[in-house]
């Protein structure tokens, strides 16, 4: 598995907090207020990312008094037809501190791929969690990736139309089923904010 898989195990609450802000289609983002110093949270960060990253410092890309940045994994499910299939794809995250707030963003970086098909990758441009598409805007998005992974995939001219074909005709279903599959993606994506909120806000154990 590549350096950037080293190691991220992420602990998810059950429940998640409001909708973290989608700035881009990549980026998450979500500022917070704290009574705790900048010293505070920097060492609230620390703490939450040696208990959920396998190796700290095997993940950890910048580290200074006031901004940490971790790379690593992320797990996440997609619906697809009758199947649930289990992914792992790269992200940046971010944790930029101020007096009386900090700020978190999480970036899809890199590559994705199915956990049982490890070897066939995929950018995180082949998913539409990241925007609100409509309908009408959700088919050219999933007929230009169709073409790219035919074309990545060898596929002939015939096998590209029918593939296209395909998806032109079940754009109903697909849309569906993006609706559950971003629905599941931002649930996840808040519960990670939420986890590493609670983790800054927690008190020391006086013991």
């Not at 299939?85 to 970036?107: H, N, P, Q």
């Amino acid at each position: 598995m590549r350096k950037l898989a080293l190691a991220l195990l992420l602990i998810f609450p059950f429940f998640a907090l409001g909708q973290v802000n989608n700035t881009t289609d990549k980026r998450f983002s979500m500022v917070y207020k704290t009574d705790k110093t900048i010293e505070q949270v920097y060492s609230k960060t620390k703490e939450w990312i040696a208990v959920n990253f396998k190796s700290a410092n095997a993940v950890v890309q910048l580290d200074t008094s006031d901004k940490i940045i971790a790379k690593g994994i992320l797990p996440f499910k997609m619906k697809s037809k009758e199947y649930i299939v289990d992914y792992v794809g790269d992200i940046s995250l971010t944790i930029a501190m101020r007096e009386g707030r900090y700020k978190i963003d999480l970036d899809l970086i890199g590559e994705t791929y199915a956990i049982l098909y490890s070897k066939m990758k995929f950018d995180w441009d082949m998913f539409a969690v990241g925007s609100d598409y409509t309908k009408d805007e959700l088919l050219p998005f999933l007929l230009y990736n169709s073409k790219k992974q035919a074309d990545n995939m060898g596929f002939s001219k015939k096998q590209k139309e029918k593939l296209i074909r395909n998806v032109t005709e079940n754009i109903d279903a697909r849309y569906a089923e993006n609706l559950v599959n971003k629905e599941a993606f931002d649930e996840q994506i808040n519960n990670l904010f939420k986890s590493i909120k609670e983790g800054i806000d927690a008190e020391d154990d006086d013991w």
